[in-house]
């Protein structure tokens, strides 16, 4: 008797689909911007000015006494310079105090002034009604099962982040990846295909600046 192949399952058929709306992760990313933009018109209703990003950072202080702001930055998905313009644009509302902290001169710590804390409550207030909208109809093992999957969808993705090292940041005169340079016929081509100077280049080839392309390794 010939033996059966095993078929693939329906995870395995999701995968290799070539629907993009069959693509899970697609479809996350989709919600993703669909929950963001949601949440921006949200907060544009009940505070103005406050940015997504901005409330998540008031969510995490509130959270503690006093918070170290280089803890706000995520391990996999570091960026201090972007939470710090956050910290400034909070503090210059009168919203978060930063103070130094004790234990590390080079650290700050992060309170809510008293205004901070009013705006904080009354948002919260408001989001918590606003969540459970999004999620009407969902039974409770239903929200359950959601969490533990994206727990585990998370700790997959920070699994391959920290196994990848970071793209290499472009040096000087180079473009966006795929770091083309301005000196190589190729990648002179392509600057004026994609009507863009490479940055730090003059089109006087006096005033260049000298570099090695990532790319073509052109010097």
């Known amino acids: 008797m010939t033996p059966v192949s095993a078929q693939p399952g329906p995870a395995a058929v999701r995968h290799r689909s070539p629907v993009l709306d069959d693509a899970l992760a697609f479809r996350l990313n ?7 933009t949601h949440l921006a018109r949200f907060l544009d209703r009940h505070m103005p000015g406050i940015s997504p990003e901005q409330w998540f950072i008031l969510a995490r202080v509130a959270q503690g006494p006093r918070v170290r ?7 996999v998905l570091a960026d201090p ?22 234990a590390d001169r080079r650290s700050w710590l992060l309170s809510l002034t ?29 929200l359950d099962a959601l969490a533990a999957a994206l ?4 700790a997959n993705l920070r699994r391959l982040l920290s196994s990848t090292p970071p793209p290499q940041a472009p040096g000087p005169g180079c473009l966006a990846p795929p770091f083309r340079c ?5 990648c002179r081509r392509r600057d004026r295909r994609s ?25």
């Open 81 to 102: 310079p972007n939470v710090s313009r956050l910290v400034d644009a909070l503090v210059a509302r009168g919203l978060v105090r930063r103070s130094p902290d004790p």
């Open 30 to 36: 989709r919600t993703n911007r669909l929950l963001r």
């Open 69 to 75: 702001q280089v803890d706000l930055a995520e391990r």
């Open 114 to 142: 008293k205004q901070g804390r009013q705006v904080t409550a009354r948002l919260l207030d408001h989001t918590i009604t606003e969540r459970q909208l999004v999620f009407d109809g969902f039974a409770d093992d239903e």
């Open 151 to 154: 727990d585990r969808i998370d």
């Open 182 to 186: 301005a000196e190589c016929a190729a």
């Open 195 to 219: 009507g863009l100077a490479a940055q730090g280049i003059s089109r006087d080839r006096s005033k260049r600046t000298s570099h090695t392309c990532q790319s073509c390794r052109h010097s």
